[in-house]
C-alpha cells in the first residue's frame, strides 16, 4: 500500500486528456494510460471478473504452478503402453471432433495413421473406415499428450515421455518426423508411412535405449531456457534445441547396442530435422500447464490448441470446458509455388508453447521468426512487449536477451486480453487444405476473439454463481 | 523461364521465403522459388517444372522464375538480387503504451494515486487494477451501478486506500488539483467531501481566510447513501486523522443516510482530530456560516468575504428569483437559502419532488436550474466549461420580459472555463435586470477571483465569494429576505 497524503502525488491517468493535461500543468508527474472500450465481453461481465476478490489470488497461485513445473526426459515407449490406447484410437490435435466437420490435413493424417496401423489397406479404405465411425477420435488434451499440427498419435506410436521430477506427473508427445510431406501436416503417402514403421520400428525402440541409460534424465526445461539464449523461440525455430537434443543423446545413442547403419541413420534422421525438439518442447510446456488444474476464481488461460477446424481454449477458473471458435488462418510465407489459398485453417497443439508464454511470446527471443509475416525486428520486440499485458507474471527461468534477460511474459489473463484487445500472439506452421498436400508454409496466427467472448461470459457467469 | 545456381550465397530460409514472396508479388511473374538447393527444395523446384540443370549442391542458391515475358523475367531476376541484399530496419521497439491501469502503474509503489474517466461501466475495472496494487483511485466516471461502487470501495477498505468517486470531480492532494479544484493555501483543515462544487466553496472560502486545506478528499456523491453506507468517508476521515498536516476535518455533502450519519458520528468520536460537518440541509443551510463557525473554532478571525459592486439596476415590481446554476450543491445551497423567503422553488434537482420542473427551463416563476445536473450533461461538456446552455438560458429570460432578478455561480479553477467572466458578459451587461454572482474561486486560480470579479461587476453583476451571500443579496433585491 502506498500512502496518498505523504506528498504530492504522480499519477496514472486513464480517460480524458483533459484531466493529464491539467496534472502536468501543475508541474505532476502523470502516466497515461492508452485505454480503449474493451471489445471482448461486456462490460458487465468485466466489471464481475474484475471485482472477484478471488481472482488475484486464484491467479498467483495458477501461474506459480505453471513456473513451479520442470520437465525431464525420463522415457520412450509406444503410446499403447504409455497412454492405454487399445483398440482403433486415434488422437488428434486441438479440441474434440468427428470425421465429418475435420479440415483435409485432419482427415490425411487420421486416414495415415489408419494405413500405418493396418487398419486400411488404401487411402480410401481408410477413409471409408473413417467416415463410417469404426475409429474412436479424441483429443490429445484429453491423454497428457500433445502433438503438433494434425497431431495424430495412434497405438504403435513411440512417444516422448516427460516426468515433472518435483511430483512425478507427466506429459508425451510423439516424435517428430521432418518436414516435407509428414503425416502431421496431412500427407500420407506411401513414404509417409514407410518413414513411420521406421521410427516405430528403429528409432523409437533405440531412442528407448539411449533415454534409459543415461545417468540423469535430460533436462528439457533447461534446454528450453538456452535456446532462448540461442535464437529459438522454441515454436516455430527449434534449431539450437535440436542440436542440443542430439548433443545431450548422441552419445547414449552410439551406445546402443544395435545395428551400425540403424544407429547412423537415428543420428542423420535427428540431425537433418530442425524441428525435432518441438515434440519434446510442447509436452514440456503440457506438463506446465497441466499442473495447474482447476482453480476456481482464476481467469488463466491454460490451453490454446487448434484441430484445423476450431480453435479452443481452456481456462484455470473453468478446467475441462472447451470454448471454440472456427480456426484462422495464418499469415505468413508460402514453400515453392503455394500460396495462401492452399493452406489450411489454424491447426496443432503446438500453440501450448505460447500458452506457456514462450514461442510466439518470445518473438523477441527470435527475431529471425517474425521475418514470416514480412515483419521487423522492431515488430519482434512489440509483440513480446504487447504479450506482457496480457500476461500474469514473468518466468525467471525462460528469459529473452533483447529485453535485457526480462523473463517470458507467462500466464494469458483472460481479462487482460479482453481489456487490452490484444490476442494472444501464435508462431505456426501451415499445413496444405488438401488432405495430402504436406506443409505448405509457416507463419503467425491469433486466436479467433470468440473463444475469448465465450470465456468471459462464462468465467462470469461462475463468479456470480459463487459469489452469490 | 530463368533457372540458376549461385555458390557462395547463403541465406537462411525465412530470409529467402520472404525474396520468394517480394519476388512473386511482381504482377509479371508466374511462378518464382529462391531458396538454397536442397533435395526438398529441388523437390519443390520439380514440381514447378524449374528443376536447375547439372549437380546442385544444397550450399548453392537455387534462383528459379517464370515470368509473362523475357522483360518481365530479366526484371524478376534484377528484383531478387535487390530483396537478397536489402537491409532490413534494426532492433529498438518503440514503448508499447500501457492498455490497462494495471500495467501502467507496475511495480513503482511512488505512483500513489490513478484518475479514471473512462466511461462508467469499464471504470470498475479500471480502478480495481489501482486497488490491487495498493494505490488509492479518484474515480471522474459517472453511470457506474451501485452494487459495483460497494463491490470497489470495500476492497479499497480491505486494502487500507482511497476510492474517491464515482462521479467525483473534486480533489486536492497535497496541493494537487484534481478535477474541478482550485488553488488552496495548504493549511490545516482537512475537508471530506461528497459534492464537487460544495467543497470548492469550502475550501475557496478557508483560502479567502488565510487558514487553507491540507487536503480536500472526495467521496462521490452516493458515499453516504444507505446502499453505500459511507465507505470512503469513513476511510477518508481516518486517512486525515493519521496525516500529520491536518490538524481539522471538515465532512462538505448532503444530509447523510441516517444510519450512515450516525456511524459518521460514531468515526469522528474516535478521531484524535477535531472533527465538524457542514452537511447542507434545511436545518443548516449554509456553507459560508459552516465555515464561519469553523474559523470562530480555530480562534481565526472571520473576514469580510470579497465582493464587488454591480450596476444600479432597479429591480422590477413582481420579481421573481431565477437562479442559473453549474455547481449541483451551490444550487442546492441556493434552494435551502431561499425558500424560507419565498416558499416554493421549482427546479430540475428539486428540494421535494412535487417542484420538479423538468426541462421547461423558461417556466414562469422562482426557479433555480442545474445546468451541471447528470442529465444535462450527456453528450455535453459541463457547463463550467462549456456555457452554450446556460447563455441560452438568459437570453430567453431576457426575451420572456418576465420581470427577474438573475443569480448565477461562476466557479473558477483547474478544469473551469479559462475565463468564464469574458463568456457571460456580453449575456448580461445589457441586461435590464439585476445580476448576482457568486464567483467560486481563489486569487491563485489560473482565471484569478479578483480579474473575474471586476469583469463582471463592470457588466453590471453584484459579485460574492460566498453563495449563500450572494442568494441573500438576490433575495434582498427581491424584496423578500427574512
Given amino acids: 500500500m502506498s500512502n496518498l497524503l505523504s506528498g504530492r502525488p504522480a499519477v496514472v491517468a486513464a480517460g480524458v486528456d483533459v484531466f493529464s493535461d491539467a496534472l502536468r500543468a501543475q508541474g505532476v508527474a502523470v502516466t497515461d494510460v492508452e485505454w480503449r472500450p474493451p471489445t471482448i465481453g461486456s462490460a458487465d461481465d468485466l466489471t464481475q471478473l474484475a471485482l472477484d476478490p478471488r481472482r488475484a489470488a486464484a491467479n498467483r497461485v495458477a501461474v506459480e504452478r505453471v513456473l513451479a513445473s520442470r520437465s525431464t526426459l525420463t522415457d520412450v515407449r509406444p503410446a499403447s503402453d504409455v497412454l492405454g490406447l487399445s483398440g482403433r484410437i486415434l488422437l488428434h490435435s486441438g479440441p474434440p471432433l468427428t470425421w465429418e466437420t475435420a479440415s483435409g490435413p485432419m482427415r490425411g493424417a487420421l486416414m495415415g495413421a489408419c494405413l500405418f496401423e493396418g487398419w486400411a489397406d488404401t487411402p480410401e479404405a481408410a477413409e471409408q473406415l473413417l467416415a463410417s465411425g469404426g475409429v474412436e477420435l479424441d483429443s490429445c488434451h484429453h491423454h497428457r499428450a500433445v502433438g503438433p499440427m494434425a497431431g495424430v498419435t495412434s497405438p504403435s506410436m513411440w512417444m516422448w515421455c516427460l516426468t515433472d521430477p518435483t511430483d512425478g506427473r507427466q506429459a508425451f508427445s510423439n516424435l ?216 500474469l507474471q514473468e518466468n525467471p527461468a525462460m528469459q529473452v536477451p533483447i529485453l535485457g534477460f526480462r523473463g517470458a511474459p507467462t500466464g494469458i489473463d483472460v481479462l487482460s486480453v479482453a481489456r487490452t484487445g490484444w490476442l494472444p500472439q501464435i508462431n505456426t506452421g501451415m499445413a496444405g487444405r488438401v488432405a495430402g498436400t504436406g506443409q505448405v508454409g509457416a507463419g503467425l496466427v491469433q486466436p479467433p476473439a470468440a473463444c475469448f467472448e465465450q470465456a468471459v461470459a462464462a468465467l462470469a457467469e461462475e463468479s456470480r454463481a459463487a459469489l452469490a | 523461364m530463368h533457372v540458376s545456381l549461385r555458390s557462395g550465397v547463403y541465406a537462411d530460409s525465412v530470409k529467402l521465403m520472404q525474396v520468394s514472396k517480394t519476388v512473386g508479388a511482381r504482377d509479371g511473374v508466374v511462378a518464382v522459388l529462391v531458396a538454397m538447393a536442397t533435395p526438398l527444395n529441388l523437390e519443390l523446384a520439380a514440381g514447378m517444372g524449374l528443376s536447375p540443370e547439372g549437380d546442385p549442391k544444397p550450399d548453392q542458391l537455387l534462383i528459379a522464375l517464370r515470368a509473362t515475358d523475357d522483360a518481365e523475367l530479366a526484371a524478376a531476376v534484377t528484383a531478387v538480387e535487390a530483396a537478397l541484399t536489402a537491409r532490413e530496419e534494426r532492433g529498438s521497439a518503440d514503448a508499447i503504451p500501457p492498455r490497462t491501469l494495471g500495467f501502467a502503474m507496475g511495480e513503482d509503489q511512488d505512483v500513489p494515486l490513478a484518475v479514471i474517466s473512462v466511461p462508467g461501466p469499464y471504470a470498475v475495472a479500471e480502478a480495481m487494477d489501482a486497488v490491487a496494487a495498493g494505490r488509492s483511485v479518484l474515480v471522474f466516471s459517472d453511470g457506474v451501478p451501485v452494487e459495483h461502487e460497494v463491490a470497489l470501495k470495500q476492497a479499497a477498505h480491505e486494502a487500507g486506500v482511497l476510492v474517491m468517486g464515482p462521479d467525483c470531480g473534486t480533489a486536492i492532494v497535497s496541493g494537487v488539483a484534481l478535477g474541478f479544484a482550485n488553488v488552496v493555501r495548504p493549511g490545516p483543515v482537512g475537508l471530506v467531501a461528497a459534492s464537487g462544487t460544495g467543497a470548492q466553496q469550502v475550501s475557496c472560502l478557508l483560502d479567502m481566510a488565510g487558514v487553507g486545506v491540507s487536503h480536500v478528499l472526495g467521496t462521490g456523491g452516493r458515499d453516504l447513501s444507505a446502499a453505500v453506507g459511507g465507505l470512503a468517508t469513513l476511510d477518508a476521515l481516518r486517512m486525515l486523522d493519521a496525516d500529520d498536516a491536518t490538524e481539522r476535518v471538515l465532512l462538505v455533502s448532503k444530509p447523510p443516510a441516517p444510519e450512515v450519519a450516525a456511524e459518521v458520528t460514531r468515526t469522528a468520536a474516535e478521531l484524535g482530530t477535531v472533527f465538524s460537518s457542514a452537511a447542507l440541509s434545511a436545518d443548516s443551510p449554509d456553507l459560508t456560516a459552516a465555515v464561519e463557525a469553523l474559523l470562530r473554532d480555530m480562534g481565526t478571525e472571520v473576514p469580510a468575504w470579497p465582493t464587488r459592486a454591480g450596476a444600479d439596476r432597479p429591480t422590477p415590481a413582481g420579481a421573481v428569483l431565477k437562479g442559473f446554476y453549474s455547481g449541483g450543491t451551490l444550487a442546492d445551497e441556493a434552494m435551502l437559502v431561499a425558500a424560507p423567503a419565498l416558499g416554493d ?45 446556460r447563455l441560452e438560458a438568459v437570453a430567453g429570460l431576457a426575451a420572456s420580459g418576465e420581470p427577474a432578478v438573475l443569480l448565477m455561480d461562476v466557479v473558477l479553477g483547474y478544469g473551469a472555463d479559462p475565463d468564464p467572466a469574458g463568456a457571460l458578459v456580453p449575456a448580461i451587461r445589457d441586461l435590464a435586470f439585476p445580476v448576482v454572482v457568486a464567483l467560486v474561486g481563489t486569487e491563485g486560480d489560473p482565471q484569478g477571483w479578483s480579474r473575474q470579479a471586476d469583469a463582471l461587476a463592470a457588466a453590471g453583476a453584484h459579485v460574492f465569494a460566498s453563495n449563500s451571500a450572494a442568494t441573500r443579496f438576490a433575495l434582498d433585491l427581491i424584496g423578500a429576505s427574512k
Fill in chain 1, 176 to 391: 517428430n518426423e521432418g518436414l516435407g510431406k509428414v503425416l502431421r501436416m496431412g500427407a500420407y503417402g506411401p513414404e509417409v508411412i514407410t518413414r513411420l514403421h521406421w521410427m516405430t520400428d528403429v528409432m523409437g525402440p533405440i531412442l528407448q535405449a539411449a533415454v534409459r541409460s543415461r545417468p540423469e534424465p535430460l533436462d528439457v526445461t533447461g534446454v528450453l531456457a538456452q535456446m532462448l539464449q540461442m535464437g529459438d523461440e522454441a515454436h516455430n525455430r527449434n534449431r539450437a534445441g535440436s542440436l542440443m537434443t542430439l548433443r545431450e543423446l548422441s552419445p547414449a545413442i552410439v551406445a546402443v547396442d544395435a545395428p551400425k547403419d540403424d544407429i547412423a541413420e537415428v543420428l542423420r534422421f535427428i540431425g537433418g530435422n530442425e524441428h525435432f525438439f518441438l515434440n519434446l518442447g510442447m509436452p514440456s510446456a503440457k506438463l506446465a500447464m497441466d499442473a495447474v488444474g482447476s482453480i476456481p476464481g482464476s481467469t488463466m488461460v491454460t490451453t490454446l490448441a487448434r484441430n484445423g477446424t476450431e480453435f479452443g481454449i481452456r481456462t484455470a477458473g473453468t478446467g475441462d470446458r472447451w470454448f471454440t471458435a472456427p480456426a484462422n488462418t495464418p499469415v505468413g510465407l508460402f514453400l515453392g509455388d503455394y500460396g495462401p489459398e492452399d493452406a489450411n485453417p489454424d491447426i496443432g497443439d503446438s500453440a501450448i508453447m505460447e500458452t506457456y508464454g514462450i514461442g510466439g511470446f518470445c518473438m523477441a527471443a527470435a527475431p529471425a521468426i517474425v521475418r514470416f509475416v514480412g515483419g521487423t525486428v522492431p515488430d519482434a520486440l512489440a509483440t513480446t512487449e504487447r504479450m506482457y499485458q496480457i500476461t
Fill in chain 2, 345 to 389: 422553488v421549482r427546479s430540475n434537482t428539486p428540494l421535494k419532488p412535487e417542484l420538479d420542473l423538468g426541462a421547461e427551463f423558461g417556466a414562469t416563476g422562482h426557479v433555480v436550474v442545474d445546468f451541471g445536473d447528470d442529465a444535462l450533461t450527456v453528450g455535453r461538456a459541463h457547463p463550467m466549461i462549456d456555457p452554450t446552455l
